[in-house]
């Protein structure tokens, strides 16, 4: 009967542990339920001793932290708390992939936008994340244009209170639409963000500053609405005339260029430079002549007074 015996035994050990388990099970749930975390432990070492752990990874390694960065803030958000260690888990992605686009787009919102008051270090530290996204990304415009927004509009409007300060971001801020709008010409809002950042240096008395940023976005532009408001704006720093004239050069420089390769964009159209015929301007002796211009800033300065 040693069978028995043994199905007895376990049956009483089963019978005791589910008495055992009944007796706690309802005042460990009360407590489970009082119980609710309330703050983060970063775990992880400096960004510099990541990459070294990664182990040649790097790459594999940020996806992985930027996935938990995306889960965690959508949790975060649930349990209405705030995530504390973003902008450092965001400094090691950025380390280890320098040039990981999304992490750069969307610092500003994931620090900032959060349960609770953003305070002045989440504003310091969202800049230098952008700022970081400038260098490491020079040729993304899209980067630069949240650079630019976050550093003239978002910061200053909602978390400096320093009148200079503000200023100061401003300017910067607006510097940095005016790259973006220039390395993005049509795509997006890129030619709007130009007018938000002449906006800015017009009314900071960096007049010169938001002329040259109206002209380079009138230059690459094909977006007629965009066009007729940056040539207002154009005619209201420079005047009436002026600014006729400057879109009097614009509409001939591509009308003579469009004759000869319709086909192409704007932007590639000053890539190129105007015209040349050869055959007439060998030897020099039309050196001065506008067919022989080799550059559009040539061609400009060999026109007469009235097409300038």
């Known amino acids: 009967m040693p069978a028995v015996r043994d199905y007895v035994r376990t049956a009483i050990v089963v019978g005791v542990s589910a008495l055992c388990i009944g007796a706690v099970q309802g005042r460990v749930a009360k407590q489970h339920a009082r119980v609710k975390e309330t703050s983060d432990v970063h775990l992880l070492p400096?960004?510099?001793?990541?990459?070294?752990?990664?182990f040649g990874y790097r790459a594999a390694l940020a996806d992985v932290l930027w996935a938990h960065v995306l889960v965690s803030q959508g949790l975060h958000t649930f349990e209405r708390r705030r995530f504390e260690n973003i902008a450092d888990l965001i400094d090691t992605i950025n380390e280890l992939d320098p040039e990981f686009r999304d992490p750069y787009l969307m610092s500003d919102a994931l620090i900032t936008i959060q349960i609770g008051e953003s305070g002045r270090e989440d504003v310091d530290r969202t800049r230098a994340i952008l700022e970081r996204g400038t260098r490491n990304r020079p040729l993304d415009?899209?980067?630069?244009?949240?650079?630019?927004q976050f550093i003239a509009f978002?910061?200053?409007g909602s978390y400096l209170t320093d009148p200079?300060?503000?200023?100061a971001w401003k300017a910067d801020g607006a510097?940095?639409?005016?790259r973006a709008a220039e390395l993005g010409g049509d795509a997006g809002s890129m030619g709007w963000a130009a007018v938000a950042g002449a906006g800015i240096l017009t009314r900071q008395g960096a007049r010169d500053a938001a002329i040259r940023l109206i002209q380079r976005t009138l230059a690459v532009t094909d977006d007629e609405e965009l066009r007729e408001r940056?040539?207002?704006?154009?005619a209201q720093l420079v005047g009436e005339a002026s600014s006729e004239a400057y879109r009097r050069?614009?509409?001939e420089m591509i009308e003579l260029t469009l004759r000869d390769v319709p086909f192409i964009s704007k932007s590639t159209l000053?890539?190129?430079g105007p015209p040349f015929d050869p055959a007439y301007c060998a030897g020099g002796a039309h050196a001065d002549d506008r067919r022989c211009a080799l550059t559009w800033k040539a061609w400009a300065a060999s026109g007469s007074e009235e097409q300038r």
């Open 175 to 178: 510097r940095m639409l005016a």
């Open 164 to 167: 200079d300060e503000r200023a």
């Open 141 to 148: 415009a899209e980067v630069w244009r949240t650079a630019g």
């Open 270 to 272: 000053f890539v190129l």
């Open 46 to 54: 400096p960004p510099k001793e990541v990459v070294t752990l990664s």
């Open 249 to 251: 050069r614009q509409t």
């Open 154 to 156: 978002i910061a200053p």
């Open 230 to 234: 940056l040539q207002r704006d154009l």
